[in-house]
C-alpha cells in the first residue's frame, strides 16, 4: 500500500512517547489516539504533495473501505487534505492491528 511504511513509522513513533502502561490500559484505542486525535496532514498544497500521482489509488482505497463499512461513501474526494487524512486513518487500522498482535505474540 502506498506510503505504508511512512504511516507505520509515524505510528512507531507515536507509541515511543507513550508510557508502557498507558500503551497497555488503551490497547483498544490505540488507533483513535494515534490517528483520530489530530491530523496527519494539514494543508491542501502540503497534501496534494504527499498524494502525488498516487490520488486516485487512495480514493479507491477510501470509496472500498467505506462502502464496505458504512455502506456509504461520505469522505469529500474535492478537498485533498480530507482524502489524504482519511486514507491515513484506514492504513493505519492495518499498522496497528499489526502492532497488537505482535505484542501478543511477544506476551
Not at 512507531?12 to 486525535?37: G, K, M, R
Not at 487512495?58 to 486514507?87: H, Q, W
Amino acid at each position: 500500500m502506498y506510503k505504508q511504511s511512512e504511516i507505520r513509522e509515524y505510528f512507531d513513533d507515536f507509541i515511543d512517547e507513550q508510557d508502557p502502561n498507558w500503551i497497555v490500559e488503551n490497547l483498544d484505542d490505540l488507533h483513535y489516539h494515534a490517528f483520530s486525535t489530530d491530523y496527519y496532514i494539514i494543508g491542501t498544497w502540503k497534501a496534494e504533495q504527499w498524494l502525488a500521482s498516487h490520488a486516485f489509488e487512495c480514493i479507491g482505497v477510501i470509496r472500498d473501505y467505506e462502502l464496505d463499512n458504512f455502506g456509504e461513501v461520505s469522505t469529500d474526494f474535492s478537498n485533498p487534505e480530507k482524502v489524504a487524512n482519511m486514507y491515513v486513518y484506514i492504513i493505519g487500522e492495518t499498522v496497528v492491528q499489526e502492532y497488537i498482535n505482535k505484542s501478543e505474540e511477544l506476551a
